[in-house]
């Protein structure tokens, strides 16, 4: 193997680059990427190639992202106003800047009733990958006291995220953190990873097994999309063959409802 570029020196050009310094991609995400290329091509030079091309994939999901900044303002003027319909008006329009939870927007509050009906009271939860699903806690009901733990990869994301909290009177318990590299040891009456365990497997081939396998929640809850973002293919049936794979044989698929743009799965292990 060609050894001529330093792992951590590339990494860190990488990560200084315009594009991915204006995304705040972390470097445990690019090492890890990295690192695996390496392993599976010939040289450092395909492996930067083979890493560049991946990370694009990543990074595509944040294409045509919120303005940050503007978000901010928004939600200080919201919050000033002490005016809960113009802070759900405000949260609904961050929502809505993202094809998933966008889609989701007609359903959050039944979403999340299937949650607590499954778990029962919830004082703890982990939203793995979490997007802009945290701002969803001004449109449904639950406990103002839960602790809610948010994980994503994207710096900018993360910072609004942790100034909403804030300005709700929760903990910024929201963080840049890689989950495929550091799944959170937490114990959670649930942890919810909402239509990305099938962007995971694209990255690398049985992350999303890896991730569910290594988590302390008593309930795991995966939503996987019923069609293609067209429109013309209906995913179901794959997407039922990628929950079983999943679980292995250390959890099982305890239940499962179909909303309008996914099906949300929840596991429990085979122990419990």
Same mark, same amino acid.
């Given at each position: 193997?060609?050894?001529?570029?330093?792992?951590?020196?590339?990494?860190?050009?990488?990560?200084?680059?315009?594009?991915?310094?204006?995304?705040?991609?972390?470097?445990?995400?690019?090492?890890?990427?990295?690192?695996?290329?390496?392993?599976?091509?010939?040289?450092?030079?395909?492996?930067?190639?083979?890493?560049?091309?991946?990370?694009?994939?990543?990074?595509?999901?944040?294409?045509?992202?919120?303005?940050?900044?503007?978000?901010?303002?928004?939600?200080?003027?919201?919050?000033?106003?002490?005016?809960?319909?113009?802070?759900?008006?405000?949260?609904?329009?961050?929502?809505?800047?993202?094809?998933?939870?966008?889609?989701?927007?007609?359903?959050?509050?039944?979403?999340?009733?299937?949650?607590?009906?499954?778990?029962?009271?919830?004082?703890?939860?982990?939203?793995?990958?979490?997007?802009?699903?945290?701002?969803?806690?001004?449109?449904?009901?639950?406990?103002?006291?839960?602790?809610?733990?948010?994980?994503?990869?994207?710096?900018?994301?993360?910072?609004?995220?942790?100034?909403?909290?804030?300005?709700?009177?929760?903990?910024?318990?929201?963080?840049?953190?890689?989950?495929?590299? +550091?799944?959170? %040891?937490?114990? !959670? $009456? @649930? =942890?919810?990873? #909402?239509?990305? *365990?099938? +962007?995971?497997? %694209?990255?690398? !081939? $049985? @992350? =999303?097994?890896? #991730?569910?396998? *290594?988590?302390?929640?008593?309930?795991?809850?995966?939503?996987?999309?019923?069609?293609?973002?067209?429109?013309?293919?209906?995913?179901?049936?794959?997407?039922?063959?990628?929950?079983?794979?999943?679980?292995?044989?250390?959890?099982?698929?305890?239940?499962?409802?179909?909303?309008?743009?996914?099906?949300?799965?929840?596991?429990?292990?085979?122990?419990?």
């Amino acid at each position: 193997m060609n050894n001529r570029f330093d792992d951590q020196s590339l990494v860190r050009r990488i990560q200084s680059s315009r594009k991915y310094r204006a995304a705040g991609i972390p470097e445990e995400t690019i090492l890890d990427v990295y690192m695996r290329e390496k392993d599976r091509l010939i040289n450092s030079a395909e492996a930067l190639r083979g890493t560049k091309t991946k990370l694009h994939n990543i990074l595509a999901l944040y294409l045509g992202d919120l303005d940050y900044p503007k978000a901010r303002v928004d939600l200080d003027e919201a919050f000033a106003r002490d005016n809960h319909q113009a802070i759900e008006q405000v949260c609904a329009r961050l929502l809505a800047c993202h094809h998933s939870t966008r889609e989701r927007l007609s359903y959050y509050p039944a979403f999340f009733r299937t949650i607590q009906k499954v778990c029962g009271k919830i004082t703890t939860l982990l939203d793995l990958a979490c997007g802009l699903n945290p701002f969803s806690l001004s449109l449904v009901d639950l406990p103002a006291a839960m602790r809610y733990y948010a994980y994503d990869i994207h710096t900018p994301r993360v910072d609004l995220i942790n100034h909403y909290f804030e300005l709700s009177g929760r903990p910024a318990l929201a963080e840049v953190r890689d989950v495929l590299v +550091r799944p959170p %040891k937490i114990s !959670a $009456d @649930a =942890a919810i990873l #909402l239509k990305e *365990a099938h +962007r995971m497997e %694209k990255r690398r !081939a $049985d @992350a =999303a097994r890896e #991730l569910v396998h *290594a988590l302390n929640a008593n309930v795991v809850f995966i939503s996987l999309p019923n069609r293609s973002m067209d429109g013309r293919r209906d995913l179901r049936e794959r997407m039922r063959s990628l929950m079983e794979k999943i679980c292995g044989a250390n959890f099982l698929i305890a239940g499962s409802e179909e909303f309008p743009s996914e099906t949300l799965f929840w596991l429990r292990g085979t122990h419990a």
